[in-house]
T-cell receptor, first 111, second 112 residues
């Protein structure tokens, strides 16, 4: 079951904030966030697990609402380097061994 | 520490041919996952291997197959190529379930 990401695209000026959402119709065990720049491999940002555990970069902020099966990634005081396509990947069970990715959110940060 | 290495980086094939892609995971990682990325479908899960065993498979036809060797290197094979198989194929390695997946740069396959 592929998660739904919103918005599809967002354009920001440096210093502005944005929120990217990732929703599932099924109960989730974990949500993984990645950023991919054009022509490059996706790069890990954050994992949020059911129960509250998080692993990720200090400068990245995200939340996981287990009741709503929704995760949000917060881009705060955006920099030019934040530009790229953000993907959320979801697992429904601890031993799923499978990430289902959303269609992606394209973020463009302009000077 | 070396990252995930995928070879070759680019491939051009014709319809009906078969292709084998290779993925060398980060040293010590035993889990390797494969994904197909296209502009229309995004990142689609193909399969995951751990210690030479396939633990999960996505919704792809049987023309897509894979295997993992004892050194954790993995190969993916696509037989009887179709135009729609043109895509970026990414592999990712991790140390275990629910852990960070590290992606390789991918193999871009073009089917003519």
């Amino acid at each position: 079951q592929q998660p739904v990401q919103s918005p599809q695209a967002v354009i920001l000026r440096e210093g502005e904030d944005a929120v990217i959402n990732c929703s599932s119709s099924k109960a989730l065990y974990s949500v993984h966030w990645y950023r991919q720049k054009h022509g490059e491999a996706p790069v890990f940002l954050m994992i949020l697990l059911k129960g509250g555990e998080q692993k990720g970069h200090e400068k990245i902020s995200a939340s996981f609402n287990e009741k709503k099966q929704q995760s949000s990634l917060y881009l705060t005081a955006s920099q030019l380097s934040y530009s790229g396509t953000y993907f959320c990947g979801t697992e429904m069970r601890p031993n799923d061994y499978k990430l289902s990715f959303g269609a992606g959110t394209t973020v463009t940060v302009r000077a | 520490k070396a990252g995930v290495t995928q070879t070759p980086r680019y491939l051009i094939k014709t319809r009906g041919q078969q292709v084998t892609l290779s993925c060398s995971p980060i040293s010590g990682h035993r889990s390797v996952s494969w994904y197909q990325q296209t502009p229309g479908q995004g990142l689609q899960f193909l399969f995951e291997y751990f210690s030479e065993t396939q633990r999960n498979k996505g919704n792809f036809p049987g023309r897509f197959s894979g295997r993992q060797f004892s050194n954790s290197r993995s190969e993916m094979n696509v037989s009887t190529l179709e135009l729609g198989d043109s895509a970026l194929y990414l592999c990712a390695s991790s140390s275990g379930t629910g852990d960070i997946q590290y992606f390789g740069a991918g193999t871009r396959l073009s089917v003519l």
